[in-house]
C-alpha cells in the first residue's frame, strides 16, 4: 500500500492524511481449461483454473470463447466454471477470461476447441444372444478417443475403442 499524491505544473499535493492509497496486487492468471473442447452446439461445462480469480458478489466474471460470452461461476480464487455458447464453427477459438466492470482481460492465453456431433450411421452385427459378449461395430463420422461410451439402451456395456474417426468397436 502506498500513499497517493497528484501533480499538476510543478506543485504536488499529497494526500495521506485524507486516508487515500493504493495497494498494488498480484495480477489474476488463468492456466487451465477442463474440458478444453466441447460440441459445437455448446452447452459443455467448462472448468477454469488459475490464481488470483476475483471472488465476492460483485465480481462479473466472463468467459470468452471466441467473440461468444457466457458468464462464469466462481467457485473460489483458482476456480471459475462457466458454459460454452454455440460455437460459431468447428475448430480452435482463443480463450480468455475478463471482469465484466473492468476493461481487460484476465492474463493467460487459452484455446478452446470446438467440434461437430458424431455420428452413428449403422451397427454390425445388429443381433446378439441375451447372455451378451457380442462384439459390436459402430460405423459413421467424427468419433474422437475422448469419452467413448457403449450404452445398450440405458445399460451402460463397456468403453468404445476407437478404429478411426469412422469406427468404434
Not at 54 to 77: M, N
Request: charged share 15%; net charge positive; aromatic share 8%.
Amino acid at each position: 500500500i502506498v500513499a497517493f499524491s497528484v501533480r499538476a505544473e510543478g506543485s504536488e499535493q499529497r494526500l495521506q492524511g485524507s486516508g487515500v492509497y493504493f495497494e498494488y496486487e498480484t495480477a489474476s492468471v488463468i492456466s487451465t481449461l477442463s474440458p478444453s473442447k466441447g460440441l459445437a452446439s455448446g452447452g459443455t461445462s467448462v472448468t477454469v483454473h488459475g490464481a488470483k480469480l476475483p471472488t465476492g458478489s460483485g465480481a462479473g466474471v466472463v468467459c470468452k470463447f471466441g467473440s461468444e460470452r457466457a458468464w462464469a461461476r466462481v467457485v473460489d480464487s483458482t476456480t471459475a466454471v462457466c458454459t460454452a455458447p454455440r460455437g460459431a464453427k468447428v475448430g480452435l477459438v482463443a480463450f480468455s477470461v475478463t471482469r465484466s466492470d473492468v476493461a481487460g482481460v484476465i492474463g493467460g492465453a487459452l484455446q478452446y476447441e470446438y467440434f461437430a456431433a458424431p455420428v452413428a450411421e449403422y451397427i454390425w452385427p445388429v443381433k446378439g444372444t441375451l447372455a451378451g459378449g457380442t462384439s459390436v461395430s459402430v460405423y459413421g463420422r467424427g468419433f474422437a478417443s475422448d469419452g467413448l461410451v457403449c450404452r445398450f439402451g440405458s445399460e451402460v456395456v463397456a468403453r468404445g475403442k476407437l478404429l478411426s474417426s469412422t469406427v468404434v468397436e
